[in-house]
């Protein structure tokens, strides 16, 4: 990277941050296993545990593969010793996906964040009460949407958030969506989407079908609006944002958007070695945040060289930690896999 001009003076962080409860147990639970099974082969994990590129290939290194298709599982087989565990994501995972790890003698480790579980429970639910299901996402190929969909696709249609229809097809706009029942219709969401253009789009479902649902505890996670807010508490002080994240991260991702939004100059990285001097062209303050899946110590890199480049930069933070942690998945039995219980 070329030098910088020198000319930042404040750096604020925001809190929170970062890793969740969901993404610290995952990870947590992928090191503790490969560790133990590491006499039996390789851990395998269905699909990237977060969405995060250091963690992957951190994990890959203490020997854990992951896999997209679980045909791969038996390519894999070929080739190295595997443990005969699975893991599932944070983020999820469809049923059939389920059923066909049981079909193939898998032991299974369930990873999903409980708060995407708990949208999967309300999908069945609601599904089986008879209602139609409009899900809000910003992807049908995102994990989590399809893990949803997945609990209930012949009563689910998606729908785009309302400042983002026409990005994927796939997704329905919700001024013109159409169910078989408006009387029976019930809005579920995937959990790390922006807290206002979902808030605004309920809105107009609601205007669209009087008689709508709308669980109590909405799905939106209390991660994802925690750091949405962060961000919105930073934004009037600084010239511009950097938002760590993968762009596979749909909460990095929304961060990202509403920097934009909210200073007009706001730039994705991976690592500090992403930085280009050019954004920060006559800036005297800097925002920085990380998506939930994104490491700490990538944020604190990132803190270094902006300091190194800018001697005297005052790093200012504040807001609070969140203290939340959830239990540490166990192996299921193969009844629990089948129904996905
Ligand atoms: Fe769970 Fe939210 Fe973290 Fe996703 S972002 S893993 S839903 S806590």
Redesign the pocket.
């Known amino acids: 990277m070329a030098p910088m001009d020198g000319g930042l003076e404040r750096l604020y962080l925001a809190r929170p941050r970062g890793f ?4 610290v147990m995952a990870i947590e639970a992928v090191e503790r296993w490969a560790e133990v099974l590491k006499e039996e082969g390789d851990l395998v994990v269905y699909h990237e545990i977060v969405h995060n590129r250091s963690v992957v290939e951190r994990l890959r290194a203490k020997g854990v593969r992951f896999v997209e298709d679980l045909a791969e599982v038996e390519r894999l087989r070929q080739e190295r010793k595997l443990a005969g565990t699975l893991v599932f994501s ?1 983020h999820g995972h469809p049923p059939q996906v389920r059923r066909q790890a049981a079909a193939m003698g898998l032991n299974v480790l369930d990873a999903t ?1 409980p ?2 579980t708990k949208v999967h429970t309300e999908a069945r639910r609601y599904a089986q009460e008879g209602y139609w299901i409009l899900l809000i996402g910003d992807s049908a190929d995102h994990q989590e949407v399809k893990g949803t969909f997945g609990e209930a696709p012949e009563r689910t249609i998606l729908v785009a958030v309302h400042t983002h229809v026409g990005k994927d097809p796939r997704l329905t706009d919700p001024h013109t969506v159409e169910v078989p029942d408006p009387e029976r219709v019930v809005v579920l969401t995937q ?2 989407l922006s807290v206002d253009d979902t808030l605004a789009t309920i809105e107009i479902l609601k205007r669209r079908f009087p008689k709508l649902v709308v669980p109590k505890r909405k799905d939106l ?4 609006q925690n750091r949405q807010e962060a961000v919105k508490r930073i934004a009037p002080h600084v010239d511009v944002f950097l938002v760590l994240t993968s762009p596979h991260s749909s ?1 990095g991702m929304r961060l990202l958007e509403l920097a934009q939004s909210l200073t007009g100059r706001a730039y994705r990285l991976e690592t500090a070695q992403d930085l280009k001097e050019e954004w920060l062209w006559g800036a005297k303050s800097v925002g920085v945040t990380s998506a ?1 899946s994104t490491p700490e110590d990538l944020v604190q890199e990132l803190v270094a060289l902006l300091k190194a480049k800018n001697p005297g930069l005052e790093v200012l933070e504040e807001g609070e930690w969140e203290e939340i942690a959830f239990r540490e998945p166990r192996p299921l039995s193969p009844g629990e896999v089948l129904s996905g219980a």
């Open positions: 969740c409860a969901g993404v944070a964040c708060l995407v959990t790390t996670c209390y991660a994802t909460n939930a």
